[in-house]
């Protein structure tokens, strides 16, 4: 064998002894008493105790939400949206996903399987301690995208309904070149590299119009702000199993995506929407961004979700907001004209 095969067999062997960190299930303690719901936690299937939070109507729901919130956010995602849905008798569990939040091994990316069979347990354990009412599961962007993937396995959540919330489905076959060489080299290298967004992404990127909840979100101790590279390899790995089973989903569905969604592009929106199955319902929200269920016309966004859930009568949805265009450029079409710039005033001659 000569120097350079040599050298490229000792580095392929060095690369592959680098596989991304993953949690994996934890080992239930003896006398273990299977999953079961807390004040402020859910006990999962292997005994891991994963943050929860919930909002009950004053009288037993007819309908339960399970959220699943997105990239470095918790349970909380939903505050606002469950208190509305609460003071209209839907109640909501949300979930702090492994890795997130109050959940065990913060910051290290959970496999895919593993948290669809948290939520798997999860819905059986609130359709038991709620036996009368009917069950929606709902994720927001990489809580999308884990609900996607979930209802179009082999053995689905046993809901009634689902409800994505500009879902992330932005997997591999979407990421540029540059992207998939880097996060590939980065998460099998330097796995434990956090990233942080640059200055100037933060300033031209924004997740909501709702500075005040930004803000918020910004003070809160449980958020994440950075991810490891192998953590980020994990969600466009996720993404990608989302953006191609769209298609796989049987239950009911609602999908919601906002005009000035700076986060989920377009391309594969539309790519996952028109793989959907007959009757699924979308909604276009012209004033929409990724953080439907926070901005500041979200309470529009609630009333629709609640009038998916019970099938209220007349037009879907109630705030008139248009279906996802099945086309970018059709989306494209609909945007508001962009301002013209104002050219710069000549100089005046002095005729000298």
Request: with cysteine; charged share 20%.
């Amino acid at each position: 064998m000569n120097r350079r095969a040599l050298i490229l067999t000792a580095s392929a062997a060095v690369l592959g002894a680098c596989a991304p960190l993953r949690q994996r299930p934890d080992l239930a303690a003896l006398g273990f008493r299977g999953p079961r719901l807390l004040d402020d936690a859910f006990v999962s299937f292997d005994g891991a105790k994963l943050g929860l939070m919930r909002w009950l109507p004053a009288n037993e729901p007819d309908w339960v939400v399970v959220g699943l919130h997105g990239m470095n956010d918790y349970a909380n995602a939903y505050h606002l949206a469950a208190e509305w849905w609460a003071g209209r008798g839907v109640a909501t569990y949300a979930l702090d996903v492994r890795g997130f939040g109050r959940s065990p091994e913060r910051g290290v990316w959970a496999p895919n399987d593993l948290v669809i069979e948290d939520v798997r347990v999860l819905v059986q354990a609130v359709r038991e301690r709620h036996p009368r009412a009917k069950i929606a599961l709902a994720g927001v962007s990489m809580g999308g995208a884990l609900a996607i993937s979930a209802m179009a396995g082999p053995n689905p959540p046993a809901v009634d309904k689902l409800m994505l919330f500009a879902p992330a489905v932005w997997g591999w076959s979407n990421q540029p070149l540059p992207n998939r060489m880097s996060l590939w080299f980065t998460a099998h290298v330097v796995g434990e590299w956090v990233v942080k967004p640059p200055d100037w992404l933060v300033r031209n990127v924004v997740p909501s119009d709702n500075i005040d909840e930004l803000r918020r979100m910004g003070r809160d101790p449980l958020m994440i702000w950075g991810a490891r590279s192998d953590t980020i390899y994990g969600l466009v790995g996720l993404m990608e199993r989302a953006w191609k089973s769209s298609g796989g989903i049987a239950a009911p569905t609602a999908w919601f995506y906002g005009a000035n969604d700076h986060i989920i592009p377009r391309e594969p929106t539309v790519e996952a929407v028109n793989r959907l199955k007959s009757g699924a319902k979308t909604a276009y929200y012209a004033k929409g961004y990724h953080l439907l269920l926070v901005d500041r016309q979200a309470e529009k966004v609630w009333a629709d979700a609640e009038a998916f859930l019970r099938d209220t009568p007349g037009p879907w949805p109630p705030s008139g907001a248009p279906p996802i265009p099945t086309t970018v450029a059709a989306m494209t079409a609909l945007d508001p004209p962009k301002p013209v710039k104002a050219k710069a005033s000549q100089p005046r001659r002095s005729g000298l």
